[in-house]
């Protein structure tokens, strides 16, 4: 197994690393709406959350050497169901050609340091 870490997604709060890859799978650790630049959440906005997500899981994915086309599943917790629709259409921006993963989108009581949404993914990739 092998981390991988990037200082273009935010670091871990907890006792985890952002990435890990093991054969041709890399899994990813949820991801919080951080920005790695100031260390605090990009909005309230469950829109630019959502972007703000996808774009540390993108980070993490070029510092193992993959990207978005390579994600077979993800899972997305929130805690307001209701912004389903909004949370889709972002998520939906970051993957060409309609070809999306497999995905699971779960509404929890609460996230860590009160986010609205976390993001986690699993990648397959022959180069990993």
């Known amino acids: 197994m092998e981390k991988v870490i990037t200082a273009k997604a935010p670091a871990a709060i907890g006792p985890y690393v952002q990435g890990i890859k093991t054969g041709s799978f890399l899994f990813i650790s949820g991801q919080l709406p951080i920005d790695p630049a100031t260390g605090e959440f990009v ?5 630019l959350q959502t972007e703000q997500s996808m774009k540390n899981i993108r980070a993490i994915l070029e510092q193992a050497g993959t990207g978005l086309k390579n994600i077979v599943k993800t899972t997305i917790f929130t805690t307001d169901i209701t912004c389903f629709d909004q949370i889709n259409q972002v998520y939906a921006s970051f993957f060409s050609n309609n070809e999306f993963p497999a995905r699971s989108v ?19 990739n022959d180069l990993l």
Not at 43 to 47: A, Q
Not at 107 to 117: H, S
């Open 106 to 124: 779960i509404e929890v009581a609460g996230l860590p340091k009160g986010a609205k949404l976390e993001i986690e993914a699993i990648a397959v």
């Open 43 to 47: 909005s309230e906005d469950i829109g």
